[in-house]
């Protein structure tokens, strides 16, 4: 198993299709594989044809699709209430229910983070911009210089060099592209 000892900050694999390698610094890498823990600092990378699911501390499911790198980062700022992850080429699908503990979850791409509670939304980044999409509750955005809040059915794109664009209702074909790549768990 791949994960911290201290229980925080630990994914833990639900499913997998397709090829997929966890790699975690003093562990090497392996196959991922259902029961595999990920702790802080271990970067999953799917092929180009696969898809897995995460399971994460602070009741938040990922959803890994095709192509994508996506690492558990440490509490940011150290703050215990925070769990981040750090999300470097691909599209990753999340789902956190939101129970009382407070919980913040920040997801960093190389142009933008992303910052919530509770809610249902995606991520995509291709050659370094960010794209972002709430399909319930409420995401806020942080780009280089400016922060905006989606709400159901919004997304944003984020330019690689941190220019966050217009909020906007996206339309169904943009939805169906993120559904297609997430599979059916998302």
């Not at 229980?7 to 997929?20: D, K, N, Q, W």
């Not at 129970?99 to 992303?114: H, N």
């Not at 509670?117 to 980044?125: D, I």
């Amino acid at each position: 198993m791949l994960a911290q000892t201290d229980g925080r900050g630990i994914c833990v694999v639900l499913s997998v299709e397709g090829a997929s390698v966890v790699s975690a610094s003093g562990s090497g890498r392996r196959a991922a594989e259902v029961g595999l823990g990920l702790g802080r600092g271990a970067t999953l990378r799917t092929e180009h044809n696969a898809r897995v699911t995460l399971q994460c501390d602070s009741d938040l499911r990922v959803v890994v699709g095709p192509s994508s790198e996506i690492a558990v980062a440490r509490l940011v700022d150290d703050a215990q209430q925070t769990f981040g992850m750090r999300l470097m080429q691909g599209i990753a699908g999340f789902f956190s229910d939101g129970d009382d503990t407070g919980e913040t979850i920040q997801i960093r791409t190389p142009s933008a983070v992303a910052a919530v509670r509770s809610t249902e939304w995606a991520m995509r980044v291709t050659e370094g911009a960010s794209a972002v999409f709430a399909r319930e509750g409420a995401v806020f955005v942080f780009g280089e210089t400016e922060t905006v809040q989606l709400g159901p059915g919004d997304g944003v794109d984020v330019t690689a060099d941190g220019t966050v664009g217009s909020v906007v209702q996206w339309g169904q074909q943009r939805i169906d592209r993120f559904d297609e790549l997430l599979g059916s768990d998302w």
